[in-house]
């Protein structure tokens, strides 16, 4: 079946960059996401990606598709505190109106 | 705009208990998702509403789960009898139809979960 893989921890200091990332398997995925889960909060909408893109910039936020691969990558820049949360990658699987399938969500600490 | 509110934000019972999530989807949104994140693992999808009708329930992971939508507003999740491994986080989202899905998934939009704990 479909399935997203990432790594489970990254620790950066305040001030460095980030950078979590993911691979995917569903070659016809049209949108890759990035969600962020704060503690206790829900999921909430990062950045998503067009499959005919290989790279989106949001303010401090870096998206890169590498398709051929099925690489997708997730920049942060000039990381803060509040950037403390799991990241999770996703690929919608059906067609526009179809689920997500999810990686395991990757848990970025970042120290003072 | 109010976004999507699930309901308890937190519940404990009891193996064999029986517990009910309750989500309440944006309003005028069409479909209507559950997903479930067991400890350590990924979000998995559950089940996905049109309206009242149930478009896609290949995720439900057995007969112990039954999720209504009544009347294509608020959506039901019941878990009957809770087993351990149910414990986890329930998540709703809820999306506009078909014709309306543009940005994708601006308008997919995720509550804040239900944390189940079966003990």
């Known amino acids: 079946g479909e399935d997203v893989e990432q790594s489970l921890f990254l620790s950066v200091r305040e001030g460095d960059s980030s950078v979590i990332n993911c691979t995917y398997t569903d070659s016809s995925s049209t949108y890759l996401y990035w969600y962020k889960q704060e503690p206790g909060a829900g999921l909430q909408l990062l950045t998503y990606?067009?499959?005919?893109?290989d790279m989106k910039q949001d303010q401090r936020l870096t998206v890169l598709l590498n398709k051929k691969d099925k690489h997708l990558s997730l920049r942060i820049a000039d990381t803060q505190t509040g950037d403390s949360a799991i990241y999770f990658c996703?690929?919608?699987?059906?067609?526009?109106?179809?689920?997500?399938?999810f990686g395991k969500g990757t848990k970025l600490s970042v120290k003072p | 705009e109010a976004g999507v509110t699930q309901f308890p934000s937190h519940s404990v019972i009891e193996k064999g208990q029986t517990v009910t999530l309750r989500c309440d989807p944006i309003s005028g949104h069409d479909n209507l998702y559950w997903y479930r994140r067991v400890m350590g693992k990924e979000i998995k999808f559950l089940l996905h509403f049109v309206k009242e009708s149930k478009q896609d329930e290949s995720g439900m992971p057995n007969n112990r789960f039954l999720a209504e939508r009544t009347g294509g507003t608020y959506s039901t999740l019941k878990v009957q009898p809770a087993e351990l491994e149910d414990s986890g986080v329930y998540f709703c989202?809820?999306?506009?139809?078909?014709?309306?899905?543009?940005?994708?998934?601006?308008?997919?939009?995720f509550g804040s979960g239900t944390r189940l704990t079966v003990v």
């Open positions: 996703a690929e919608k699987y059906g067609g526009s109106q179809g689920n997500l399938i």
């Open positions: 990606i067009f499959s005919n893109m």
């Open positions: 989202a809820s999306s506009p139809g078909q014709l309306m899905a543009f940005p994708p998934n601006y308008g997919y939009t």
